[in-house]
Structure formats: structure tokens, C-alpha cells
């Protein structure tokens, strides 16, 4: 069994930065993917970031380049999400998910395409 365990959220004000992890239970992905995604109230579920384990390669999306990175810790099987100069519009669910092997630049961009998920923490940006 492979368990995903988010932590970190909490509200904080705009300008703020914050931390978020994703503890990997279970299981080592040495060649996978790490997803970090997020759901804005009452919106879709949207892509935030990704790291390739096997070449610490990183892929942003465009409302959070230059703000966010993401990197993973190997010897906590770990990935963690940090967040500078947060905006109100950054408030959100933010949930992680792997996929065993690497995804395309464009493929990990896709929810649909991770076999494990985890809860979510929720992050709130106040103005």
C-alpha cells in the first residue's frame, strides 16, 4: 500500500511564505514523478509543479514560476512545495500524487495521469 501524506497548510497573509510536504509511505519511486496540484474554492483542480526523482528535473506552471519550488527529500522519501510571496488567489487545497516512472513535460501536467493521491492540505492566503 502506498500512502501520501500532505502537511503545511494553514492561513497565512499575502506576501507570506509557507512550506508544504508530501510524505511517500510505502514505497521508494526512485524513476517517478511528484505531482503538486490544487483546487480553488469552487474551481478545478489545477497543476502547480512536478519533480522527477530520477533527474531532479522540475516543471512549473506559469502563475507560479519564480514563486514556487519544489524538491524532493530522498532520505525522507519526501517532496516538499515552497511558497514565496503568496497571493490571495494562491488559496487552494493543495494535494500531491505520484506516478511510478518519468511523465512528460506535458503528461505530468494532467491529474488524470497519477496512480496515487493524497488528501490535501489546505492553504488559505488572506489579503
Known amino acids: 500500500q502506498v500512502y501520501l501524506a500532505e502537511s503545511g497548510g494553514r492561513l497565512v497573509q499575502a506576501g507570506d511564505s509557507l512550506t508544504v510536504s508530501c510524505a511517500i509511505i510505502g514505497r521508494t519511486f526512485s524513476s517517478g514523478t511528484i505531482g503538486w496540484f490544487r483546487q480553488p474554492p469552487g474551481n478545478k483542480l489545477e497543476f502547480v509543479a512536478a519533480?522527477?526523482?530520477?533527474?531532479?528535473?522540475?516543471v512549473y506552471a506559469d502563475a507560479v514560476k519564480g514563486r514556487f519550488t519544489i524538491a524532493g527529500e530522498n532520505a525522507k522519501n519526501t517532496v516538499i512545495l515552497q511558497m514565496n510571496s503568496l497571493k490571495p488567489e494562491d488559496t487552494a487545497v493543495y494535494s500531491c500524487a505520484v506516478y511510478p516512472t518519468r511523465l512528460s513535460d506535458s503528461d505530468l501536467r494532467v491529474g488524470e495521469n497519477y496512480d496515487y493521491w493524497g488528501q490535501g492540505t489546505r492553504v488559505t492566503v488572506s489579503s
Open positions: 519533480y522527477r526523482w530520477s533527474d531532479d528535473s522540475t
